[in-house]
């Protein structure tokens, strides 16, 4: 029996009886992090990192699985799991699945990039090492965030007539750019859209801190205060009215995306700050030079370039083609 299976529901461990990140409603279900194309509602059991399933509750109500528990090393049928940390978002982790039929590690997505929102990634050797690969491409290759945030900083700086509006998704992405611009020096109260404030307050009570937020609650008698001004919000506000409220917004967007000049210009942003939380190309490779695993499986993303990479360096390595995970959703 293998240690590992991709069924329809996702990846599947037949000794242990459990998935991880399903698809779909199971039985029991563990869960690399809190991201939505990952964990998702509706699991008989759910078993995750205390922070992971808070996460989970903020995002789909305390009813979100039947039974939850919080992940510590233990036995789950024939096979021993544990957790360990994936750099990606708070509460993120990589599952180590060993068994008689061999061991598995399954990364989730990563980063290995300094995040003071997570502990770093931690190297898990296994026999099969299963690999994202959103960024899986030599042409990605992250800049320094503290460079993107300097962009903004100057930009505003250069412009204090208008309201600099930063698209940044409410788990991990919105905590990561406030803490860099706290990090670079700005001092001065952040405004964030009413769908950032419960994952931001989350932060906070887990000690990780983001200086003085405010709701970004405009109106007329409130337009000419933001000038100036930082506004966080969800990248679908900006579609909306909301952004078109505040003075000459400067629209910016931080994702790993933006390096694609095509996605900023598609979707009208001005000022496109590459700040990803997954690994780049470099990053990437390098990890499965390091962990030097019998096979690589990889998933989520491009898929094709990092199995010709493996196939050059004469590594065993499979596309696992999992339906229903969107590589652009919280990258
Ligand atoms: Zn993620």
Same mark, same amino acid.
């Given at each position: 029996?293998?240690?590992?299976?991709?069924?329809?529901?996702?990846?599947?461990?037949?000794?242990?009886? $459990?998935?991880? %990140?399903?698809?779909?409603?199971?039985?029991?279900?563990?869960?690399?992090?809190?991201?939505?194309?990952? *964990?998702?509602?509706?699991? =008989?059991? /759910?078993?995750? #990192?205390?922070?992971?399933?808070?996460?989970?509750? +903020?995002?789909?109500?305390?009813?979100? &699985?039947?039974?939850?528990?919080? @992940?510590?090393?233990?036995?789950?049928?024939? /096979? %021993?799991?544990?957790?360990?940390?994936?750099?990606?978002?708070?509460?993120? *982790?990589? !599952?180590? +699945?060993?068994?008689? #039929?061999?061991? /598995?590690? !399954?990364?989730?997505?990563?980063? =290995?990039?300094?995040?003071?929102?997570?502990?770093?990634?931690?190297?898990?050797?296994?026999?099969?090492?299963?690999?994202? @690969? #959103?960024?899986?491409?030599?042409?990605?290759?992250?800049?320094?965030?503290?460079?993107? !945030?300097?962009?903004?900083?100057?930009?505003?700086? &250069?412009?204090?007539?208008?309201?600099?509006?930063?698209? *940044?998704?409410?788990?991990?992405? @919105?905590?990561?750019?406030?803490?860099?611009?706290?990090?670079?020096?700005?001092?001065?109260? +952040?405004?964030?859209?009413? *769908?950032?404030? =419960?994952?931001?307050?989350?932060? !906070?009570?887990?000690?990780?801190?983001?200086?003085?937020?405010?709701?970004?609650?405009?109106?007329?008698?409130?337009?000419?205060?933001?000038?100036?001004?930082?506004?966080?919000?969800?990248?679908?506000? $900006?579609?909306?009215?909301?952004?078109?409220?505040?003075?000459?917004?400067?629209?910016?967007? @931080?994702?790993?995306?933006?390096?694609?000049?095509?996605?900023?210009?598609? =979707?009208?942003?001005?000022?496109?700050l590459v700040i990803s939380d997954h690994v780049d190309w470099p990053d990437l490779t390098r990890t499965i030079t390091e962990l030097n695993p019998a096979e690589t499986w990889v998933t989520h993303g491009r898929e094709d370039a990092v199995i010709r990479?493996?196939?050059?360096?004469?590594?065993?390595?499979?596309?696992?083609?999992?339906?229903?995970?969107? %590589?652009?959703?919280?990258?």
């Amino acid at each position: 029996m293998a240690i590992l299976e991709n069924t329809d529901a996702g990846l599947f461990c037949p000794a242990g009886g $459990f998935h991880i %990140d399903p698809l779909r409603p199971v039985d029991r279900a563990l869960i690399t992090h809190g991201h939505a194309d990952h *964990a998702r509602a509706g699991h =008989r059991a /759910v078993m995750a #990192t205390a922070q992971t399933l808070d996460i989970m509750a +903020i995002r789909y109500g305390e009813a979100f &699985a039947g039974v939850r528990q919080v @992940a510590t090393p233990t036995r789950i049928g024939d /096979v %021993d799991v544990s957790f360990h940390p994936a750099g990606h978002v708070l509460g993120s *982790a990589q !599952i180590h +699945i060993s068994g008689r #039929t061999g061991s /598995v590690t !399954i990364s989730g997505d990563y980063s =290995r990039t300094a995040n003071p929102a997570c502990a770093p990634f931690q190297p898990v050797p296994a026999d099969i090492f299963v690999t994202e @690969a #959103t960024f899986g491409l030599p042409v990605f290759r992250h800049p320094d965030p503290l460079d993107e !945030i300097g962009k903004l900083l100057a930009s505003v700086a &250069a412009q204090p007539e208008r309201a600099h509006l930063v698209g *940044a998704y409410a788990l991990g992405k @919105a905590q990561r750019v406030i803490m860099l611009l706290r990090d670079a020096g700005w001092d001065a109260p +952040i405004y964030i859209h009413g *769908a950032l404030q =419960r994952l931001c307050d989350y932060h !906070i009570a887990q000690g990780i801190p983001l200086g003085d937020l405010r709701p970004a609650t405009i109106d007329r008698s409130t337009k000419a205060q933001f000038a100036g001004q930082i506004i966080l919000g969800p990248p679908s506000a $900006f579609a909306a009215t909301w952004a078109q409220r505040f003075p000459d917004p400067v629209i910016c967007f @931080a994702s790993g995306w933006m390096q694609v000049r095509a996605r900023a210009r598609q =979707r009208g942003v001005e000022l496109p700050l590459v700040i990803s939380d997954h690994v780049d190309w470099p990053d990437l490779t390098r990890t499965i030079t390091e962990l030097n695993p019998a096979e690589t499986w990889v998933t989520h993303g491009r898929e094709d370039a990092v199995i010709r990479w493996c196939d050059l360096q004469q590594r065993a390595a499979r596309p696992l083609r999992l339906a229903g995970y969107d %590589d652009e959703a919280e990258a």
